[in-house]
């Protein structure tokens, strides 16, 4: 084989494999949507998370603006400590709203931010102070077993 | 009896010590690959003609299973997923499934036998007919002239061969299910966009083959190189690189999936 | 004055394991000399050569090449050391990925910086040596063995080295064409004013060529000697092998237990 021929195809080969790795980036895995290197990065706790885990995406508006990227346990208040990496194009006043929330009935838990009105912005950092758990699908027919029998009572 | 069952053991502990005895030897058999490896760095015309030899020539093989992976996949999804009426994610499926496993996997174990075959029986042989001996006697080191440039083509090769694989099976996948079936292509496409995560399945898809790229090549130009001189020792050699490094390839695999996804999903 | 010592072989000894192949071997060749070493079958001459290419390591004694002793260089002084020397493997081994000209052309870009157009006459000149200018661009299955060894020849000199080292060149080639790489043998080291090392099993030929002949048998030096002594010697070692006869001191059996007890049959002789 001629050496030149041989190089051509190596070149070939190779070129074909990166635009492989692209199409696979940004195709497949749609890295140009969540970029972590473009984030910051808050925290919130959560009397329950019921079944949240590392990597649920964080929504807004339906709109996904973040990833979990990790989940702790606090010994201090006896609740979850979720850090969310957020997408630094969408920033979120101070007082946003963060909870829980599960897709369908029985699908996958993601966390919902709902803006709130102040003026100062979340930083890289910050902790949302305002958070709803996770709905636990126990405790609310428990309450809606309660709430059955009072009106039965009053009857 | 009892004598039998002496020997048994002894046996046994033959094989054990042999194994441990070669697992030791092919480890600094590597060790020394690495060390001589600058000669192929400085003369990337060595690696390229490999690079030719091991990554152009198994593109056929990649490109055609990974389509068909796809295709198979594609459809198989789809028939279960459509009965729960969720058939736009089989576009989640089929990737998901390609990039974390299948991809680096089936790419790994093609790339095994048809390349990592090929390099034990070219260095088998090159031994057996005395032309390592012939290159030591002219002063040039057959390992860092004959072993490492094949070692380096097979390790660069096969991070670019699976994600070709990957790549054709999504596309196989949506040939199957989108242009044949009719699944809606939006939320194919978007399905699948918002489920695969860049760092944790395509990057850690990528580090996998990696690592199977490294532990194919590295079996292979050892059992290449430590084969016996002889016809059936040729051949023998070369069975033993399909088949260890199918079971390392898939070990392997295993010991990957464990770190890289514990504790998610 | 006699041209100057190349090699020094002195009371070198080498054992596989335990089994001893050589047992205090002494030899010395002149430059220009084409030395032939002879011996059965297993007698060690391939070991001998592997030896003095440092290949392998002496149990004791050493061999002085060029005055150094080839065992106690470490491996970039030998490898030093052996692009002066070629080594002539009985199939060739020529690097069946490569064309003659590229095999011929190997040593010279390995080891030197010359510019392209100057390696492409000196493989030239080479191959023309051997009588293969023709045939540069051949690959080295469409050889026959005895053009093949040819090509081995002309690359082994590729260097000019000052020894080269030819294990059993003669066997499995008609008659012209054995007399053809004898003479090449001769002529080359004439020209290159190098000195050759014979091993071989054909006497009649290599007597021809060669200006000096040892034979081992057992481990030693059983006889040597020039050619016009080893024709004439009456010592019965000497004329078996000379005339090829298959009773005598040479044994034509590997060392083994007797026949008897190999296929058990004391039971039945007993
Ligand atoms: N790698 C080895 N391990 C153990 N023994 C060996 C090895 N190589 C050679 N021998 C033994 O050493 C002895 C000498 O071998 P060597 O190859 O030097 O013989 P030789 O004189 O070249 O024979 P021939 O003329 O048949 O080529 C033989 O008896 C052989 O069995
Ligand atoms: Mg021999």
């Known amino acids: 084989m001629q050496r030149t021929t041989m190089d051509l195809w190596v070149g070939l080969f190779v070129i074909t494999g990166i635009i492989a790795l692209m199409i696979l980036s940004l195709k497949v895995g749609n890295l140009n949507v969540y970029n972590p290197s473009q984030s910051y990065v808050i925290t919130g706790n959560f009397e329950n998370i019921g079944g949240l885990k590392v990597r649920a995406p964080v929504k807004s508006a339906g709109v996904v603006v973040g990833r979990v990227t990790d989940i702790q346990f606090s010994t201090q208040t006896y609740d979850a400590v979720v850090t969310m990496n957020m997408d630094s194009r969408f920033p979120f006043p101070k007082d946003t709203f963060a909870s829980i929330l599960t897709a369908g009935l029985l699908g996958e838990q993601y966390i919902g931010l709902a803006a709130g009105g102040d003026e100062v912005m979340l930083k890289n950092g910050d902790k949302i102070m305002k958070t709803n758990s996770a709905m636990v699908l126990e405790e609310l027919i428990g309450r809606f077993l309660f709430n059955k029998a009072a009106e039965d009572d009053s009857f | ?265 | 004055m006699p041209p100057e010592v190349l090699i020094e072989v002195n009371d070198l000894s080498f054992s596989y394991d335990t089994r001893p192949i050589l047992k205090g071997i002494d030899m010395s060749m002149r430059r220009g000399q084409v030395v032939a070493i002879m011996g059965g079958s297993g007698s060690g001459k391939t070991t001998l050569l592997r030896l003095i290419s440092g290949a392998i390591q002496p149990t004791s004694g050493h061999v002085k090449f060029a005055g150094e002793v080839v065992h106690e260089l470490n491996r970039d002084a030998l490898f030093r050391l052996r692009r002066k020397m070629g080594m002539l493997f009985q199939f060739g081994a020529l690097f069946t990925d490569l064309s003659v000209f590229d095999n011929v052309a190997f040593q010279m870009r390995e080891h030197t910086n010359l510019p392209e157009s100057m390696i492409r006459d000196l493989v030239l000149m080479k191959l023309h040596a051997v009588g293969l200018r023709g045939a540069h661009q051949l690959m080295p299955n469409a050889l026959s063995g005895g053009m093949a060894r040819r090509v081995a020849l002309a690359r082994s000199i590729a260097l000019d080295p000052m020894l080269i080292m030819y294990d059993e060149p003669f066997t499995g080639l008609d008659p012209i064409s054995l007399s053809v790489i004898g003479n090449l043998i001769r002529r080359l080291t004439d020209a290159l004013g190098m000195t050759s090392i014979v091993v071989t099993h054909d006497v009649q030929e290599s007597l021809k060529i060669v200006d000096y002949v040892y034979f081992i048998a057992d481990g030693v030096i059983a006889a040597q000697g020039t050619p016009k002594e080893v024709r004439e010697s009456v010592a019965p070692f000497v004329h078996q092998f000379v005339h090829g006869e298959e009773d005598g001191p040479v044994p034509f059996h590997y060392p083994a237990q007797t026949y008897q007890e190999d296929l058990k049959l004391e039971d039945t002789f007993a």
């Not at chain 2, 048994?8 to 480890?27: D, F, K, P, T």
């Not at chain 2, 860049?198 to 990696?210: A, E, V």
């Not at chain 2, 292979?220 to 199918?246: L, N």
């Open chain 2, 1 to 265: 009896m009892p004598r039998r069952i002496v020997s048994a053991v002894q046996h046994i502990g033959h094989r054990v010590i042999e194994s441990i005895w070669r697992l030791g030897y092919a480890s600094r058999f590597f060790i020394l690959v690495l060390l001589k490896s600058g000669t192929s760095l400085r003369r990337f015309g060595l690696v390229m003609r490999e690079l030719y030899f091991t990554g152009v020539l198994s593109l056929i093989i990649i490109v055609v299973s990974g389509l068909f992976v796809g295709m198979v996949l594609g459809l198989q999804g789809y028939e279960t997923l459509q009965k729960y009426g969720s058939e736009s994610a089989v576009g989640t499926l089929v990737a998901l499934s390609l990039v974390r496993e299948l991809g680096p996997v089936v790419a790994a174990l093609l790339f095994a036998s048809r390349a990592g075959s090929a390099i034990t029986a070219e260095i088998g042989l090159m031994k057996a007919t005395e032309q390592l001996a012939a290159m030591g006697m002219m002063a040039v080191d057959p390992v860092a002239r004959v072993v490492a440039p094949r070692f380096w083509a097979g390790v660069i090769s096969m991070p670019f061969l699976a994600a070709i694989f990957s790549v054709m099976g999504v596309f196989g996948g949506y040939l199957v299910t989108v242009v044949f079936i009719g699944v809606d292509e939006g939320s194919f496409w978007s399905q699948m966009q918002s489920a695969v995560d860049f760092r944790f399945d395509i990057l850690n898809g990528f580090i996998k083959s990696c690592f199977f790229g490294v532990a194919v090549t590295a079996i292979a130009v050892f059992e290449g190189y430590d084969a016996p001189p002889t016809a059936e020792g040729v051949s023998g050699a070369t069975t033993r690189t399909v088949v260890t490094s199918s079971l390392v390839i898939l070990g392997l695999d295993f010991i990957l999936t464990a770190f890289m996804f514990r504790g998610v999903s």
